[in-house]
């Protein structure tokens, strides 16, 4: 299964490969070469369809728990100051996504949506301590039962160029569905209450859906 945001890439890309082969077998003479562009344009068509694919994953939907946004490793766990929102410290979980993870973001509660803003920026690499404050990002913040109000955000990095957030003020969300998508690499910051138990440490692998970040009985 593939995310709806690359069906266009996935078609140009299928018609560019498509070309690369037929061209290669009616004008290429040399068999060598001819072996390779049709290798090389296999590979671009495996690249795209696995950076666009999109597993079905079922949530364990709860109140009582944040799930992994999305999927990569967890690169940050600390108190830092959130500017935008809360304008005071809270708990960050940063889960970093390399261009070979799912690159779908999910919902990681349940709950109303309180806040939705893009902000346009650089394209600082992913883990540059300001690529939360400067890069392109989107901000969202869910108003759970349980937790109360939970931040995540969406940056871009050096080689993605377009988010995309589904998340729109004042809807409400269910854990687990789909709430957008980064293309080309980036990563995922979560804002938790300060004092919040975290069932993750650094260097974990999350799993989008799957991963519980924190619980609470």
């Not at 666009?52 to 100051?81: C, M, Q, W």
């Not at 940056?155 to 160029?161: D, N, V």
Request: net charge positive.
């Amino acid at each position: 299964m593939f995310h709806k945001e690359g069906s266009k890439i996935i078609f140009i890309t299928l018609v560019l490969v498509v070309a690369i082969i037929l061209g290669a077998d009616e004008f290429v003479s040399i068999e060598w070469l001819k072996i390779s562009l049709i290798v090389l344009g296999l590979a671009l068509l495996i690249i795209v369809l696995q950076f666009f694919r999109n597993p079905t994953r079922i949530a364990d939907n709860s109140d009582n728990h944040i799930l992994a946004p999305v999927d990569g490793k967890v690169v940050v766990i600390e108190e830092v100051y959130e500017p935008e929102y809360f304008q005071e410290k809270r708990l960050m979980v940063s889960i970093f996504m390399s261009p070979i993870n799912v690159h779908v973001t999910r919902y990681c509660a349940n709950g109303l949506v309180k806040y939705s803003k893009y902000h346009p920026g650089k394209y600082l690499v992913a883990w540059h301590p300001k690529a939360s404050e400067e890069n392109e990002r989107t901000t969202v913040v869910i108003e759970n039962r349980v937790f109360g109000e939970i931040l995540y955000r969406q940056i871009a990095g050096a080689l993605a160029r377009r988010i995309v957030n589904y998340a729109k003020e004042g809807m409400r969300v269910t854990q687990g569905d789909d709430a957008g998508f980064i293309k080309f690499g980036s990563r995922v910051d979560l804002y938790l209450p300060l004092g919040t138990e975290v069932n993750v440490k650094l260097g974990d692998i999350a799993t989008g859906n799957k991963t519980v970040i924190c619980k609470k009985a």
